[in-house]
């Protein structure tokens, strides 16, 4: 999502629909499947690019791939038997939320290539009005946001870099016209896509200069194919399929005691983990390099067979020291040195502190959003927050892992947000917002929570930890279940309910078009 300015003259609304949905991620997708499940079809998906799929289809680096298991990362009323590797490569995904999306019928509710700009509640009227980039005007009553914390690339303010003369972009944004045989490439950032792109474009370049700030830390990713045996079994017996998937959800649950609950036992992940750098890296200063100095899970936990093996290749360097300047050709390092370069691309990951930008979200008395999130985003059960009422996140604050799939996270959220919706149908709710206190309350309890995680106490800068707070807006304190079951329903008493029927005839919303921040 971006702002910009919108020259279209103020109009009626083009087009209303119940819930607007934002996004066609897992989040969206799985927001509309299950409405459409539910008997409700006044709907819209509205989707920036020019087809579906959300981070799946836009980040198509080389090596992109899930690092959660397959079969756990889908949808619970979706599976498919027929994924080739434990660990689903960028196409596998993106091909299966495509057909999720066909399957069912999702097509003439789906609005493609429609960036939505501005989204304005409007008190009187009890509607949200929307504006997108071609200066298109939509109402609904309620928004539910897909849009995801990992979407806005984070490029670094590099002194110089607008002085580049050479080829530059971010994972998120590959040039695959571009080719980078026989190039002098300059990585910054050691983020999880770096971790998987390097290793495909080592062999390719001429010089690889890999620029790492923090060392992070990397465990054998333990990924097979799937055999054609395993997936008939899979296909012909449904059930194997579901215990399989319970099995490894189980598995992947078990972590998050030594995330959240016994952060000591960390340090013995950690002595697996050097392990695994001595026996893939044998020059010692390299190694002492590529060995972080804080407890392993304070940042992303990340999973490679083939990073360390590239970074100990011949035409392959890993510069510790910081980048003073960025000139027409070259990088220079805070020593003083300079090294040529055709090409830098940014592993730098995206702006998941503030993952809506300032001048998109006005809810109540035309409050700006990141206005109520001056120490990071907050909301009640990641889901809703004071003062925006009918909007509902998905994949909200404080419901990311570091230990299991986001995509059962998704699912309890939809589940809770189809209980608001199915609460305002039953008693003709025009809105609900969430009390001011019931967040404070919630909220506190979690940050009690992180206050001694690994995330918390790992002695390490991430971008779990909000820049200016140092609040972990980000992590889910604690098991899935749990989360589940607080989810599980929707709780009526938390909340605002507005009954009072529309009594004035529709009015324009309270801001011009032409007033959009750019």
Excluded at 54 to 59: E, K, L, Q, S
Excluded at 84 to 110: G, H, S, V
Excluded at 168 to 188: E, M, N, P
Excluded at 248 to 255: A, F, H, I, Q, T
């Amino acid at each position: 999502m971006s702002t910009g300015m919108s020259t279209q003259p103020q109009t009626a609304p083009s087009r209303h629909c119940k819930i607007a949905i934002i996004g066609t991620g897992f989040s969206g997708l799985g927001m509309a499947i299950r409405l459409k499940q539910e008997g409700e079809n006044d709907f819209l998906l509205f989707e920036k690019d020019a087809g579906v799929g959300g981070t799946w289809r836009v980040n198509n680096y080389p090596g992109c791939a899930c690092d959660v298991q397959s079969h756990v990362y889908s949808f619970s009323f979706e599976p498919n038997p027929g994924w080739t590797r434990m660990f689903a490569p960028q196409p596998e995904i993106r091909a299966y939320l495509e057909n999720c999306w066909k399957k069912y019928r999702l097509e003439d509710k789906t609005l493609l290539n429609t960036e939505m700009l501005r989204f304005e509640w409007n008190d009187e009227q009890q509607l949200w009005h929307l504006f997108d980039a071609a200066g298109n005007h939509y109402t609904a009553k309620a928004v539910v946001s897909g849009m995801g914390a990992l979407s806005i690339p984070s490029i670094p303010a590099l002194n110089g870099l607008e002085n580049f003369q050479g080829k530059a972009f971010h994972s998120q944004q590959w040039d695959h016209d571009y080719d980078l045989t026989g190039k002098r490439v300059a990585v910054i950032g050691t983020g999880a896509s770096a971790i998987q792109f390097v290793p495909e474009i080592q062999p390719q370049v001429a010089k690889l200069d890999l620029y790492q700030r923090t060392a992070p830390w990397i465990l054998p990713k333990p990924d097979r194919a799937i055999s054609d045996k395993e997936r008939a079994r899979f296909r012909h017996f449904p059930l194997a399929q579901k215990l399989w998937r319970g099995a490894l959800y189980s598995m992947l649950e078990g972590r998050v005691l030594g995330f959240t609950f016994a952060p000591w036992a960390m340090k013995l992940v950690g002595k697996q983990a050097e392990r695994f750098i001595r026996r893939q890296v044998k020059d010692p200063d390299l190694r002492r390099k590529l060995t972080p100095d804080y407890t392993i899970g304070c940042k992303r936990v990340l999973m490679s067979h083939n990073y360390y093996p590239a970074l100990t290749a011949s035409n392959s360097s890993v510069i510790t020291d910081g980048i003073r300047e960025i000139k027409a050709n070259s990088i220079v390092t805070s020593d003083g040195r300079e090294r040529q370069v055709d090409t830098i691309i940014f592993g730098t990951g995206f702006t998941a502190n503030d993952p809506i930008p300032r001048g998109v979200v006005f809810g109540k008395n035309g409050v700006d959003l990141l206005d109520t999130w001056k120490n990071g985003p907050e909301a009640y059960k990641g889901t809703m927050t004071r003062g925006f009422p009918n909007l509902f996140f998905l994949m909200g604050p404080n419901t990311g892992l570091g230990h299991n799939s986001m995509v059962y996270m998704i699912e309890s959220q939809i589940t809770y947000v189809l209980g608001a919706i199915k609460l305002m149908d039953r008693r003709e709710l025009q809105s609900v917002e969430v009390k001011e206190e019931v967040q404070e309350r919630w909220n506190e309890k979690l940050q009690r929570g992180l206050n001694h995680s690994v995330w918390n106490t790992g002695g390490c800068k991430s971008w779990y930890l909000h820049p200016v707070s140092g609040r972990n807006c980000t992590l889910w304190p604690g098991f899935t279940w749990r989360f589940r079951a607080l989810t599980s329903q929707f709780d009526p008493s938390a909340y605002h309910l507005k009954a009072k029927p529309l009594s004035s005839p529709v009015v324009q919303p309270q801001r011009h078009a032409e007033e959009m921040s750019a």
